[in-house]
């Protein structure tokens, strides 16, 4: 990992330089990017089929794109019963915590005695994408799906990749089946999310796309918002962790390292602490851990690229960087973390203590794990049960509500200089 010290000359220009960076915006991803969104757009399944080809090495017909209802039933019959039992305990979980999240109508009278409020309906088709390849991501199944269905939205699509022969990871299949999806296409990338915004012969549109992804992804969400409502921008994992002495070693670089290993190499993670003798143990902590990891030589392209260390001068310094960062996922370990807490106000989610490692929210905890990253966290939060409910407001008028409006309504028209919008109002008061 990359080192940085309060005492190093040019220490703020180190951190600028740091804070600035963000997996969000790569011109030459984004250029790609576009690309594929328009061969999409005008292509339809034919292009999915070709990009298949392109980058899952995969030779898939029209019929594969769908995967079969009997597939989706084997996946879970042929799930081990801890494997099943994963799955439930961390939907159970999910729901559990959505239901306490759910948006309710409600209505109420104004100062004029109309009646106006609320309604709030589940979205009726969602696409979710997870993430497959390497990591076939079946708890992303339970933190997206399993919102939808308890929302209540009616159509589920879910998206993934395939692998060259052009199977899904049958675990994973048995997780999207479990949480509720209705429809489940061998498709990944930037590709599935221009499918699921555009349509295809085979994949109908759907109203909004939810779930993480990589940096193809992360950016068709970005260049599509508009054409389809988007949750919000969950690219590749971040960890940010602020200690001082009383932190474990141990502990630290464990988290460290399981954040860095998800494999895009655009993963960021970060070690912000007042301590010295904390630096020195991790490090040596992570020399240790890594080597027998499977996917140690990933984690060490990522760490290198953007894993940093940062001796901070003190606790407040490292409160105001975890902000301007607005890390994915933020750790504290301090003897007290309360007003640590209280001040952190952009990250994708806090996890307090030596006995809340970041992974509890990755599979079990109850919040969803998609979360914003690269930065996004200043002006999104992370996925929850209400992003799958649409809002209407409601507006009820009596005579007697309108008349005691009336005199409002016509000064505004007057003043804007649309003289028929006062009309509209006043003209059912005169008959």
Known sequence: MNLIRHTDSKYKNKLAKIIKVSSLFDPVIEKQTIEIIREVECNGDDALLKLSRKFDNASLNYSDLKVKADALSKAWSNASSETKNAIRIAKSNVILFAKQSMRKNWK???????????KFDPFQRVGIYIPGGTAPLASTSIMTIALAKAAGCPEIVACTPCDK???????????????????????????????????????????????????????????????????????????????????????????????????????????????K???????????????????????????????????????????????????????IMLKSSKNAINQITTAGAIFVGPWSPTVLGDY??????TLPTG????????????????????????????FRSIKTIKTFSELEGLDGHGSSAEIRLLN
């Open 364 to 369: 079990v905890a109850g919040p969803s794990h």
């Open 277 to 331: 003798n904390l630096i020195t143990k991790t490090k040596k902590e992570i020399n240790k851990q890594l080597q027998p990891l499977q996917r140690a030589t990933l984690i060490k392209k990522a760490l290198k690229k953007n894993g940093w260390i940062i001796n901070i001068k003190s606790i407040d310094e490292g409160i105001s960087l975890a902000n301007q960062i607005a890390p994915e996922h933020c750790e």
């Open 108 to 118: 109420i009278q104004n100062t004029q005695g109309g009646t106006v409020g609320e």
């Open 375 to 402: 930065g996004a966290g200043s002006s999104f939060s992370g996925l929850t049960v209400d992003m799958f409910q649409r809002r209407t407001s409601i507006v009820k008028y009596t005579k007697q509500a309108l």
């Open 165 to 275: 022969y052009g199977k899904v990871n049958s675990d994973l299949l048995a997780a999207i089946n479990n949480a509720g999806a209705t429809e489940v296409y061998r498709s990944g990338g930037a590709q599935a999310i221009a499918a699921m915004a555009y349509g295809t012969n085979t994949i109908k549109p759907v109203q909004k796309i939810f779930g993480p992804g990589n940096a193809y992804v992360v950016a068709a969400k970005r260049l599509l918002f508009g054409r389809v409502s988007i949750d919000l921008l969950p690219g590749p994992s971040e960890l940010f962790i602020l200690a001082d002495s009383s932190a474990n070693a141990a502990y630290v670089a464990a988290d460290l390292l399981a954040q860095a290993e998800h494999g895009s190499g655009h993963e960021r993670v970060w070690l912000a602490t007042t301590s």
